[in-house]
Antibody
Framework: EVQLLESGGGLVQPGGSLRLSCAAS????????MSWVRQAPGKGLEWVSA????????YYADSVKGRFTISRDNSKNTLYLQMNSLRGEDTAVYFC?????????????WGQGTLVTVSS | DIQMTQSPSSLSASVGDRVTITCRAS??????LAWFQQKPGKAPKSLIY???SLQSGVPSKFSGSGSGTDFTLTISSLQPEDFATYYC?????????FGPGTKVDIK
């Protein structure tokens, strides 16, 4: 059974940093691209970042480029999102999502999310 | 960036109704289109990928169609567990983008 468990969310001041983790199990982690998707309170879904299975290719939304860094440790089956220079508009539930099979894929499984609140 | 729109933004329907949601991309995306269902306070659930392929375990009352710029999600007979918000998403190119969502509630 595929499981994705996010952690690391919390309250942080504007300008601060936070690192999110997503522990994966139930599949061969290194074979699949992974993404982070966020949802601000009462709003829709926003894709944030993606990383290839090997970790060699990364992609970012313009809204986080230069501030967030996605990475993965395939030996630990864990996905990360390092978030720096946080702003109020980064307040959201952050979901990790597993890519499906194939070269170009969407998501097939999602974690339950972790809440990040940026406020003084 | 590819912009995604959905219509309607919300709809009220009764149990047993056939419901259709439309999604439009600002440029052609072939069939790189997915649909997700989200209930309040829960993570999204993947329903359809490649415009018309059902994810494993998704009931056949859900169906998707379309290619290029225009897509539809149809629920053949709405059940109480189907009341939720539905999002389309393009994965033709980065940045991936979602539609704004369609909320389906009980009439």
């Amino acid at each position: 059974e595929v499981q994705l468990l996010e952690s690391g969310g919390g309250l942080v001041q504007p300008g601060g940093s936070l690192r999110l983790s997503c522990a994966a199990s139930g599949f061969t982690f290194s074979r699949y691209a992974m993404s982070w998707v966020r949802q601000a309170p009462g709003k829709g879904l926003e894709w944030v970042s993606a990383i290839s299975g090997s970790g060699g290719n990364t992609y970012y939304a313009d809204s986080v480029k230069g501030r967030f860094t996605i990475s993965r440790d395939n030996s630990k089956n864990t996905l990360y999102l390092q978030m720096n220079s946080l702003r109020g508009e980064d307040t959201a539930v952050y979901f990790c999502a597993k890519g499906g099979s194939g070269v170009v894929t969407s998501f097939d499984y999602w974690g339950q999310g972790t809440l990040v609140t940026v406020s003084s | 960036d590819i912009q995604m729109t959905q219509s309607p933004s919300s709809l009220s329907a009764s149990v047993g109704d056939r419901v259709t949601i439309t999604c439009r991309a600002s440029q052609g995306i072939s069939n790189y289109l997915a649909w997700f269902q989200q209930k309040p306070g829960k993570a999204p659930k993947s329903l359809i990928y490649a415009a018309s392929s059902l994810q494993s375990g998704v009931p056949s009352k859900f169906s998707g169609s379309g290619s290029g710029t225009d897509f539809t999600l149809t629920i053949s007979s709405l059940q109480p567990e189907d009341f939720a918000t539905y999002y389309c998403q393009q994965y033709f190119s980065y940045p991936f983008t979602f539609g704004p969502g369609t909320k389906v509630d009980i009439k």
